[in-house]
């Protein structure tokens, strides 16, 4: 089973959401990972807003340090603007999506970042298959 690490700086948005994202339409056929380089206390209130309104609950994660041992344990690792800050190991694949940060964005905007984050869920679902 392939396991994918999506990692941001804060791990309270744009990870979070993409992680929903694939858990929700990838299932078990997945292992999903999620992390940032300098954890927010909580999650983005407005990202679980806008994930529950598409019928996935992101209201009990975490966030959580991004860690050696995280990537190690992952075939993809997927960056959203945490820059250097991830640990790069041969033979992993990486790949950076360009995504607005949604922190201290309205509803309006985060709905944006949430349908772009699917598109891309989907695409990478395509690809692992």
């Not at 509803?107 to 692992?128: F, G, M, N, P, Q």
Request: proline share 5%.
């Amino acid at each position: 089973m392939p396991s994918v690490l999506f990692v941001c700086v804060h791990n309270a948005g744009r990870s979070q959401m993409a992680a929903g994202w694939l858990r929700e339409l990838a299932g078990d056929r997945v292992e999903v990972r999620s992390a940032g380089s300098a954890p927010a206390d909580q999650i983005n209130p407005v990202a679980v807003e806008a994930m529950r309104e598409v019928g996935i609950d992101i209201t009990n994660v975490q966030p959580k340090i991004l860690t050696t041992d995280a990537v190690e344990a992952s075939d993809v690792v997927i960056t959203m603007g945490c820059g250097d800050a991830c640990p790069i190991f041969p033979g992993k694949r990486y790949e950076d999506w360009q995504l607005d940060d949604p922190a201290g964005q309205g509803i309006e905007a985060v709905r944006e970042i949430r349908d772009e984050i699917r598109a891309r869920v989907e695409k990478l679902i395509h690809e692992l298959a």
